[in-house]
């Protein structure tokens, strides 16, 4: 059963400050996605990712890097937190196979307040 | 760029009965997920239905798809309490960025 784990489930931080949020995947897959969720929003996708050192820019990309070094593993950073940075992060990760791409698997959350 | 609305937003049944959630969209898609979500954990994938599909099952799960109106219903038939969670439409227009609607609220009361 594949397994996305982030590091953190609540995280709390001040302004300012410099934030990683890390997400491993054991089933060695090559997409990999980072989401926030908030009341009436929903999901949208902040970067992802189809191969180590390849990121592509989601819908709400500002205030927020990634980095995929290897290929299990996809970190969000918060270059410099802000209050309306706090929200609930979601990771996840997929395969394709050809022209097929197969569901997300998700984390649990990383739920970030920034104070 | 949200894509998928679901309606309605909140939802509120008895167990044993069905729930029907509905879901827009916008544009052309390859398929269609729906995901469910329990109280702050992270999305679990129910079904895939695919653009050439019109209905799928999955044990107490039946989705439809209609492209010419460019929506779907997830159906969960016999609910239980353990049903109770957020669902969520997820359209994926053929690049992997799944774009996901705000959800619908489900409290299956026993």
């Known amino acids: 059963d594949v397994k996305v784990t982030q590091s953190s489930r609540y995280l709390v931080k001040r302004t300012g400050e410099k934030v990683f949020l890390e997400c491993v995947q054991d089933?060695?897959?090559?997409?990999m996605f980072w989401y926030r969720q908030d009341p009436g929003l929903g999901l949208r996708l902040i970067y992802f990712?189809?191969?180590?050192?390849?990121?592509e820019k989601g819908d709400i990309p500002e205030g927020y890097s990634v980095s995929r070094e290897k290929k299990e593993r996809f970190s969000l950073i918060l270059e410099s937190a802000s209050t309306n940075q706090t929200s609930m992060y979601l990771c996840a990760s997929s395969f394709t196979l050809g022209t097929y791409n197969s569901p997300l698997h998700f984390g649990n959350g990383t739920r970030l307040t920034v104070t | 760029s949200q894509q998928g609305e679901e309606d309605p937003q909140a939802l509120s049944i008895q167990e044993g009965e069905n729930a029907t959630m509905n879901c827009s969209y916008k544009t052309s898609i390859n398929n269609l997920q729906w995901y469910r979500q329990n109280s702050g954990r992270g999305l679990v994938h129910l079904i895939l239905?695919?653009?050439?599909?019109r209905e799928k099952h999955s044990g107490r799960l039946r989705v439809t798809l209609d492209t010419s109106k460019k929506s779907s219903s997830l159906l969960i038939t016999a609910s239980r309490a353990a049903d109770t969670a957020s669902y969520f439409c997820a359209t994926d227009p053929g690049f992997q960025k799944l774009v996901f609607g705000t959800g619908t609220r489900l409290l299956v009361s026993p």
């Open positions: 089933m060695d897959h090559e997409n």
């Open positions: 239905i695919r653009s050439n599909e």
């Open positions: 990712s189809y191969d180590v050192k390849m990121k």
